[in-house]
T-cell receptor
Framework: GQNIDQPTEMTATEGAIVQINCTYQTSGFNGLFWYQQHAGEAPTFLSYNVLDGLEEKGRFSSFLSRSKGYSYLLLKELQMKDSASYLC??????????FGAGTTVTVRA | DGGITQSPKYLFRKEGQNVTLSCEQNLNHDAMYWYRQDPGQGLRLIYYSQIVNDFQKGDIAEGYSVSREKKESFPLTVTSAQKNPTAFYLCATGTAYEQYFGPGTRLTVT
C-alpha cells in the first residue's frame, strides 16, 4: 500500500514563497503528481516527477528525492488566486494512483 | 472540444436505487480512474482500468461496479449496497506522464 503525508494547512503572504512538503512510502514507486484544487472544483494537474531533481513550470516547481521518499511543491510570487488545496499523489508499479489528504494554502494580502 | 466529460454535474437519488455515473474521454488515454471525495477529505480510489475489458479494485470498491467495454468510456454504478453514497465523484484519465480529471458529479442520496 501507500502512505502519503502532507501538512494540513499553510498560510503565506501575497508575493511570498511557500513550500509544501510530501513524504510517502510505497511498494514500487512509479511517479509523483501534484494537483491544485479550488473549493468545489475538480483538481487540476500541476506537475509530474519520476526522476530525482527539480521540475520548473513558471511560478511552480516540484522536487523529488526517491531515496528519501520526499517531494515538495514550491509556489513563488504568491497570488491571491493561489489560495487552494494542493494534493500530492503517488503512483505504484500497477499504475494505482493514491492521494494524500491535501494541504490548504491560504494567501493573505 | 476535447477532454473528459462527466454527466450530469448534479444527481439526486432515493436510497435503495442504483445509479450510474458517466465518464467519457476523447484524449485516447489508456488509463481511467474513479475517485470519490467527501467534504474536507482527500480523494479515495474506487476502481481503475489500464486497458479495455480489464479493471482493478481500488481502496474502497465495496458497493460500486464498473465496466470498460470501450476505451473512451468508464461508467461507474453506485449500488444500493454502498452505505454512504453521497459524495463528489471524480473520473480521471492518464498516460505515463500526466493525469487529468473530469469536472465531477455531485451525487446526493436521500
Amino acid at each position: 500500500g501507500q502512505n502519503i503525508d502532507q501538512p494540513t494547512e499553510m498560510t503565506a503572504t501575497e508575493g511570498a514563497i511557500v513550500q509544501i512538503n510530501c513524504t510517502y512510502q510505497t511498494s514500487g514507486f512509479n511517479g509523483l503528481f501534484w494537483y491544485q484544487q479550488h473549493a468545489g472544483e475538480a483538481p487540476t494537474f500541476l506537475s509530474y516527477n519520476v526522476l530525482d531533481g527539480l521540475e520548473e513550470k513558471g511560478r511552480f516547481s516540484s522536487f523529488l528525492s526517491r531515496s528519501k521518499g520526499y517531494s515538495y511543491l514550491l509556489l513563488k510570487e504568491l497570488q491571491m488566486k493561489d489560495s487552494a488545496s494542493y494534493l500530492c499523489a503517488v503512483r505504484d508499479q500497477d499504475y494505482k494512483l493514491s492521494f494524500g489528504a491535501g494541504t490548504t494554502v491560504t494567501v493573505r494580502a | 472540444d476535447g477532454g473528459i466529460t462527466q454527466s450530469p454535474k448534479y444527481l439526486f437519488r432515493k436510497e435503495g436505487q442504483n445509479v450510474t455515473l458517466s465518464c467519457e474521454q476523447n484524449l485516447n488515454h489508456d488509463a481511467m480512474y474513479w475517485y470519490r471525495q467527501d467534504p474536507g477529505q482527500g480523494l479515495r480510489l474506487i476502481y481503475y482500468s489500464q486497458i479495455v475489458n480489464d479493471f482493478q479494485k481500488g481502496d474502497i470498491a465495496e458497493g460500486y461496479s464498473v465496466s470498460r467495454e470501450k476505451k473512451e468510456s468508464f461508467p461507474l454504478t453506485v449500488t444500493s449496497a454502498q452505505k454512504n453514497p453521497t459524495a463528489f465523484y471524480l473520473c480521471a484519465t492518464g498516460t505515463a506522464y500526466e493525469q487529468y480529471f473530469g469536472p465531477g458529479t455531485r451525487l446526493t442520496v436521500t
